[in-house]
Structures are given as structure tokens and as C-alpha cells.
């Protein structure tokens, strides 16, 4: 359903699909063991990733830090709600959103003076700021080690009517709306001429420099869009679980997303969902196996340095790429998937 | 105002600081020469506890537990380099963090698997334990030989660096790795053996930490952050930045924590934030150098 992910012309067939996709899930999922909730998990972790696609994927930016925005936008939705300053859960969501993104344009002024492993190294860094803000400065508002209990079920006020959203099926087609307003938005990014720049970023800063375009504000409007994907998925895992966990910003955090984004596939969108719902079944399945259970993270570890080291555009990645092998391409603009790979050891004339 | 505490804090942040120095020092030697930011420095650090841990169980002798320390770190080592990373030199850095951050995770797993996931204590040598009359103040025997230690493990590595033919190729493939090979040295020697070395300098200080931090599978990751922020205050690829950065670390946590010991290690992160804005290559980096 996803194959066509990066396709070239069909611009509202992969929304299409995606949103067939969207709506099948809870009803299909089951069949191989799995249920409403783990895939509201999924989705969740899934629009994380978008952000973590759009920076990595499409730009190049590997950051480890993206659980600073995840638990920001977190924390800041589920104070509000807990606290009932909010009852309007799109609003406190919006709220989360902004404040992550607004972390987001701060550190990543701070990150973005240094490129390549410097920005991975700072990014990490900065992210354990958050965590340690969290734990103890901060733990007046934030719970500190206990987190944040006791966020409400949504409610959304339409003006004619107000929404409850109660069952666990309920929850996950309001976790799925907003995964497709931002799918749909991201998708939109990268097929605009913002999209086509930071694919220029990805590929060779200096000659997307060189061509007039200044990549320092490009770089941090692409870093500050991915805080706030990770700032509206941290709101939704608190208004999901109901509770708002310190782990939401600990490095195992950005480090499982990047981890699900690669074996997904990075510069697909979809990708993160698919390494997300990989990570999280297999998590699931592997830890019922009798003898197996403790393993799971080892046996990820693994599958991830394989696809690292072999298959560099993941899972998703592969099945576009095999099936570009088939099709004839009628523009030559569209051919970017097969260059995509080659990008980084290029020399330049 | 307590001088005693302040005094205490010092000599505190200097024992820190030159354990960080040590680890920095390692992430600093892999990445002059190999170009490569290993994400599973932190990951040696913690096998190297683990390894003096199990051989001071059994042997109760710490010089035992130290020489264990670095020669299981120096296999692990060395099978990683072969495996997976000699694979990764010609690969952009993103990929080379990626693979280590992935090695990490799987070494961290298999320890946790073997041991368990439990924080142990690691029993002070006998020759640690008790305190020394400084004069103005007394102090814990085992901090002030991990500073002695420290200093002499970064001058014998000065040493090794500075003075002899390993080192010489080491500082020549810092400058140019490009005219090294061209000289007709065997790189790929060179290149297992500067990774191995990193690598034992990191399993060294495990061992050497170990009796102050207690030992448990994920003491790496918080080790790989904080050696992160010193070369980044020192200068990523610089000797004396390593070390300078790792005590100024040390100290900026040890002298926070009188006042505000919530505040310890987010101050370390705001002088990281200011020797950016000011000096983003670092105290002692060379402009352009990445």
C-alpha cells in the first residue's frame, strides 16, 4: 500500500492509500496478534518519526536529541490538561506542539553552528538537558521521576457538539486523523520547492550554498518543523496512555526513533511508521516467546546494524527501490529515489 | 562558607575530570586519526568495569582487575574493528554513527543478558580504602590515586603519541591521512591498532572508575554524553583540549553541586551552550578542522 510512497505522478493515490491504510489497521492488525492500542502506539511513534524522516531523511541532519521535543510537547499537554487550566484537548495538543517547536528553533540555532558528527554529539548533549530539567529542576510542574498522571479521555469542542472520545477504538481514529494531517503536511513539504532544497541540503550543502539558498535557515526551519512532529507526538502519548512518563525524554528515546526511522526507511515518510510498527510488534512478540523475551532489544540491535551496514534505505526503502527497477520512468525528475543512496561519497566537478 | 566543602568539591571535580579526560581523550585519539565518532566509546567504558568487576570477584587483586579491564576491552575491541567497523571508514559519518550507536545497543544487551540488568558495587581495593590527612583537609585515599593514575596513564599515552613511531603516525594520519598512505604505511594496521587503543583507554577508566560509580549495563551512556561535552569545550581531535575540557567538566559539576546539586549537570551543558556561541571549534580546535 505504501509502495508507492515516493511515486512521481499520483500525487492523491499515496494519501489515498495511506488513509485506506489508516482506516483498515485496527481491523486487519489483529489477524497477526495485535490490537487498538498497540497500533495508536504505532501511529504515534510513527508521526515522531515524520519529523525524524524530514531532518534525517530528506536533509541529512542526524540528531539524537529528539526526545527533548517529544517529552517538551509532552509535558507542557499533559500539565495542561492534568491540571484542568485546558479542557479542550486539540488546544492543549496545539499548545505542546508550539512550545516543542519553539525549543526546537532554540536548540537547533545552538546545534546548527556545527554540521556532521558535531551535530549528532550536540544534539545528544542537549537532549540530556531536557532530561535533567525534567528530573529535578523542573519536577514542581513536571512530576520529576514520577512524571504526570491523570490526563483526561479527549474532548473536542466542535461548536455544534463536543466530541468524548472513550473506547480504545475511538482513541486510535483520533490518534489516525492527526497522523494523516501530518503525513499529508509532510508530504506537501517535500514535494514543494522547500522539499526540493532540502533534498539540495542532503546531497551537497556546499553547491546548494553556492546556488543562493541559505541552507543555515533552511536547516533550522526543517529542525524546528521535525520538534514540533515530536512535540504533537509526545502530547498524544500522554492523552493516550492517560499519563505523561519521564522516559518520554531519555536518550533510549531519540535513539529508538532514529532505530525505527533506518530500519523503516529514511526518506520515505512512511518509513518510520513501518520501522515503528515493526519495532513495536516485534517487541511485543518476541517478549511472549519463552526463552526470547529478554533478547528483543539484542535481536533489534541486531536486524538494525544488518540494514545499516547492507541496506541503507530500510525496509521501505528496498521495496521502492526494487520496484523502481521495473517501471519505466517518464521524467527524469522523478528518477531521485535511485540517486538518493549514492548521494554522500559524491566528488564534486 | 564552608572552605573544607569547597576544597573537597575541587580535589572531586578534579578526579572526575580526569577520568572524563581519559574517556574524551580515547573518543578524541579514534576520531584524529580514523575520523570516526564512536557512539559505542561509552560501551568499552562499561565492558571494562564489568571485566575488572568479575576478575576482582575472583582474584581479589585490582591490578589483576585493571590489566583484565583493558585486555577484554582490547578483544572486543579488536572483533568489532574486524567485523563491523573497518567496513565503515569510506562511509559518511552519519553511517558511522548509526553503526556504533547500533553496536552499542547490542553490547550493552549482551551484557545485560550475562549479568543482569542490577547495579553492583564494586569493592574499594584494599590499598584505597581510608582517608589522607591533607592538612586543610581530609580525604577519601582511592580519589586522589585515581587523579595520581589518571595523570600517569595521560602522560605514558603522551608518550606513546608524542615520542614514539605508532604515535608519529598517528599525529601524521591526524594531518593528512592521504599523504600517510601514499608514504606506503600499512594502514589498516594502523587504523585496528588506533581504534584498539581508543578502546582501552576507555576500558581502563572503566576499571579505574568502577569502585567510586558502582558498575550496571548502562553506566557507558551517561559516560559517551559527558565525554561528548568535553571534547566539544576542548576541541574535538586536540590532546591537551581533552584534558583541560575533561577538568573544566569535572569541576563545573563538583562546584555546582554545593550550591544547586539539581542544577550540576545542566550547568556543564550551559558552558557547552556558551563555548559554542563563542567558540564553536572548541578551547583548543583548529577552525575548520571538520
Not at chain 1, 525534567?134 to 504526570?148: I, Q
Not at chain 1, 531519540?254 to 518510520?272: V, Y
Not at chain 1, 511508521?273 to 535481536?299: C, D, M, P, T
Not at chain 2, 572503566?206 to 557507558?220: H, L, S
Request: charged letters at 10%; a neutral charge.
Amino acid at each position: 500500500m505504501m509502495l508507492r510512497a515516493i511515486g512521481d505522478r499520483s500525487t492523491w493515490r499515496v494519501e489515498l492509500a495511506v488513509a485506506v491504510f489508516l482506516i483498515a489497521f485496527p481491523w486487519v492488525f489483529p489477524i497477526i496478534g495485535g490490537y487498538a492500542n498497540l497500533a495508536t502506539r504505532i501511529l504515534i511513534l510513527g508521526l515522531f518519526g515524520i519529523g525524524m524522516d524530514l531532518i534525517f531523511g530528506y536533509t541529512g541532519m542526524l540528531s539524537f536529541g529528539q526526545a527533548a521535543f517529544y517529552g517538551t510537547g509532552g509535558f507542557v499537554t499533559a500539565y495542561l490538561l492534568s491540571t484542568g487550566m485546558l479542557h479542550n484537548t486539540l488546544g492543549a495538543l496545539a499548545a505542546g506542539t508550539i512550545a516543542a517547536a519553539c525549543c526546537g528553533m532554540i536548540i537547533g540555532y545552538l546545534c546548527l553552528r556545527q554540521s556532521g558528527v558535531y551535530f549528532a554529539m550536540l544534539t545528544l548533549a542537549f537532549g540530556e538537558v531536557f532530561y535533567f530539567l525534567e528530573n529535578s529542576p523542573l519536577a514542581k510542574w513536571t512530576g520529576g521521576e514520577n512524571g504526570l498522571p491523570g490526563l483526561p479521555k479527549p474532548v473536542i469542542p466542535l461548536g455544534f457538539t463536543t466530541l468524548h472520545v472513550q473506547s480504545n477504538l475511538a482513541l486510535y481514529y483520533f490518534v489516525a486523523i492527526l497522523f494523516f494531517v501530518g503525513y499529508w503536511v509532510a508530504r506537501r513539504i517535500v514535494r514543494s520547492p522547500m522539499g526540493a532544497v532540502l533534498r539540495a541540503i542532503l546531497e551537497n550543502p556546499a553547491r546548494a550554498a553556492a546556488v543562493g539558498h541559505n541552507v543555515p535557515k533552511y536547516k533550522l526551519a526543517v529542525f524546528t518543523i521535525a520538534a514540533a512532529y515530536a512535540g504533537i507526538a509526545g502530547g498524544l502519548l500522554g492523552i493516550f496512555q492517560g499519563y505523561m512518563p519521564p522516559d518520554a525524554f531519555s536518550i533510549d528515546q531519540s535513539g529508538e526513533i532514529i532505530i525505527m526511522t533506518i530500519i523503516g526507511g529514511a526518506g520515505t515518510l512512511i518509513g518510520p511508521l513501518v520501522g515503528a510498527g515493526l519495532w513495536s510488534y516485534l517487541r511485543e512478540a518476541l517478549q511472549n516467546l519463552h526463552g526470547v523475551g529478554a533478547f528483543w532489544k539484542l535481536i533489534l540491535g541486531l536486524l538494525f546494524i544488518v540494514l545499516v551496514t547492507l541496506f541503507r534505505r530500510g525496509i521501505t526503502g528496498g521495496i521502492t527501490d526494487s520496484i523502481g527497477l521495473f517501471r519505466v520512468r517518464r521524467r527524469t525528475a522523478a528518477a531521485h529515489v535511485e540517486e538518493a543512496p549514492a548521494v554522500s561519497g559524491e566528488v564534486q566537478p | 562558607m564552608n572552605w573544607h566543602l569547597i576544597a573537597a568539591q575541587l580535589l572531586n571535580g578534579l578526579a572526575l575530570g580526569s577520568i572524563l579526560a581519559l574517556v574524551a581523550l580515547g573518543l578524541t585519539i579514534t576520531f584524529g586519526l580514523l575520523g570516526l565518532v564512536n557512539f559505542a566509546h561509552g560501551v568499552f567504558f562499561m565492558v571494562g568495569a564489568y571485566a575488572g568487576f568479575v576478575t576482582f570477584q575472583y582474584t581479589h587483586s585490582f591490578g589483576l582487575a585493571v590489566l583484565m579491564g583493558a585486555l577484554v576491552v582490547l578483544v572486543v575491541g579488536i572483533v568489532v574493528e574486524r567485523v563491523v567497523i573497518r567496513l565503515f571508514y569510506r562511509r559518511p559519518p552519519e553511517d558511522q554513527i548509526l553503526v556504533t550507536f547500533g553496536l552499542a545497543i547490542v553490547i550493552v544487551e549482551i551484557v545485560r543478558a550475562i549479568f543482569g540488568g542490577k547495579t553492583q558495587l564494586f569493592p574499594m581495593p584494599s590499598w584505597g580504602m581510608g582517608a589522607t590527612n591533607l592538612g586543610f583537609l581530609v580525604y577519601p585515599n582511592y580519589r586522589l590515586q585515581v587523579i595520581v593514575i589518571a595523570a600517569i596513564t595521560l602522560a605514558a599515552i603522551y608518550l606513546v603519541l608524542y615520542k614514539t613511531r605508532l604515535g608519529l603516525i598517528v599525529r601524521a594520519g591526524i594531518d593528512d591521512s592521504l599523504i600517510v598512505n601514499i608514504l606506503g604505511i600499512d594502514v589498516t594496521k594502523t587504523l585496528l591498532a588506533v581504534f584498539v587503543l581508543g578502546a582501552m583507554v576507555a576500558g581502563f577508566s572503566g576499571v579505574i572508575d568502577a569502585p567510586i560509580v558502582a558498575v550496571d549495563p548502562d553506566m557507558g551512556a551517561s559516560v559517551l554524553i559527558e565525554s561528548f561535552v568535553v571534547v566539544v569545550i576542548g576541541g574535538l581531535g586536540s590532546f591537551s583540549g581533552s584534558i583541560l575540557g575533561g577538568i573544566i567538566a569535572g569541576e563545573i559539576i563538583s562546584i555546582t553541586t554545593i550550591w544547586a546539586p539539581d542544577y550540576a549537570q545542566v550547568m556543564l551543558y550551559l558552558a557547552m551552550a556558551l563555548v559554542l556561541i563563542l567558540r564553536p571549534q572548541g578551547l583548543f580546535g583548529t577552525e575548520g578542522r571538520l
